[in-house]
C-alpha cells in the first residue's frame, strides 16, 4: 500500500514539475498580438534554424515589416527563439512563409535581434503573405470573430 500511495505522490510531482516548465500564453485577438508587439512581419524561412546554447537562430529572407517600434542597428537576416517549445519557442521550416510578431532583444555592442515567442503571432502561409495577408489595422476595433484578416 505504502509503494502505490509513493508511486501516486511521484505522479503528482511529475505533473506539477511540466506543467511548471511548460509555455503557456494569454489568449489574445489576431489584432491585440499584431499591434501590441514591437514588431511584425514577413518572411521566408531560409534555413531550419541553428542552435546556440538555449536559443534557434534561423536565417530568413526579410520580406516586409509591417510594424515596428523605434530600433537601432537592426539585424533582419535572423530569427532568434528559445530552442524549446516548453521555453516558448516557434518553430520554422526552411523554404516555408511565415507572418509574425516579436519583440526586439538590444545588447550593448550587438545588432537589435528580432525574437519570435511561441505567444506572439505565428501564422505560416502557404506562400508568399505580401499577396494573401492583410494586416489589422490598429486603430480600428477587433472584427467580431478577433480574425478575418486573410484575403478570401
Known sequence: ??????????????????????????????????????????????????VDCDTRVYQVELLRMYRTVPFKNLDTDKIYTANDSA?????????????????????????TRMQAHLCALNLQMPYDPRLIYIPPNCDAPVPENGYGYLLQ
Open 87 to 111: 521555453a516558448c519557442g516557434v518553430t520554422f521550416t526552411a523554404g516555408e512563409f511565415y507572418v509574425i510578431s516579436g519583440y526586439y532583444n538590444e545588447t550593448a555592442g550587438q545588432p
Open 1 to 50: 500500500m505504502m509503494s502505490k500511495s509513493v508511486g501516486l505522490a511521484l505522479l503528482v510531482l511529475a505533473g506539477v514539475i511540466s506543467s511548471v516548465t511548460a509555455c503557456s500564453c494569454i489568449p489574445q485577438s489576431e489584432k491585440d498580438l499584431f499591434c501590441k508587439a514591437d514588431f511584425a512581419i514577413a518572411f521566408k524561412a531560409k534555413d531550419n534554424g541553428r
